[in-house]
């Protein structure tokens, strides 16, 4: 949504101009938290039967003594103007932008069983030797893919599961066969 992405944007400019970018941008990954893990939360926000300051006085209850004033100042300043319903995906939209503007790629690696600490590492230092930044690593798993793995960075995708490979075998021989 582009609103909230302008939202995220200027509260990323003022978190920088007031030196505050690092406690700002946890408090935002704490209220994605909070907005994911709790339905009530976001209906609440949504909800436009309930005014604007019981609002901001749940929002304050809620992270009272949580949150850096500059984020708490920033999300009273939203739910005033009646925008109270962008903050989950304002907090995702601000989470992305600090990423960007920290130059820290995410790479997203899945296993069939997780990986080991050694692998883990070779891993990093395999993504970190390609690219410029820092890099934040993110580990799933997926018994589908049988061995192997599969890695992602952004719109990039390294498949190199056992999976992949029986399907390409599949697919190799049932050419083979119509040939």
């Known amino acids: 949504m582009i609103v909230a992405s302008r939202y995220a944007k200027s509260l990323l400019d003022l978190a920088v101009e007031k030196g505050q970018l690092e406690a700002v941008f946890n408090d935002m990954q704490m209220v994605k938290e909070v907005c994911d893990g709790s339905r009530e939360f976001t209906s ?14 749940a929002i304050k209850a809620i992270f009272h003594g949580k949150l850096n004033a500059i984020t708490s100042g920033f999300l009273s300043i939203v739910t005033s103007k009646r925008r109270e319903a962008i903050i ?17 790629l995410t790479a997203v690696i899945t296993s069939a069983k997780g990986l080991d600490a050694d692998t883990r590492q070779k891993a990093l ?18 018994p589908d893919l049988i061995g192997g793995f599969v890695l992602k960075i952004g719109d990039q995708q390294l498949d190199k599961s056992v999976a992949r490979q029986l399907s390409n075998m599949k697919k190799e021989l049932t050419n083979k066969a119509l040939n």
């Open 44 to 57: 609440f926000l949504n909800s436009p039967i309930i005014k604007s300051d019981k609002k901001i006085e």
């Open 88 to 104: 989950p995906e304002m907090a995702g939209s601000f989470i992305e932008q600090y990423r960007t503007h920290k130059n820290v």
């Open 125 to 142: 230092d395999l993504v970190k030797s390609q690219l410029n930044g820092e890099i934040e690593l993110i580990e799933k798993t997926n």
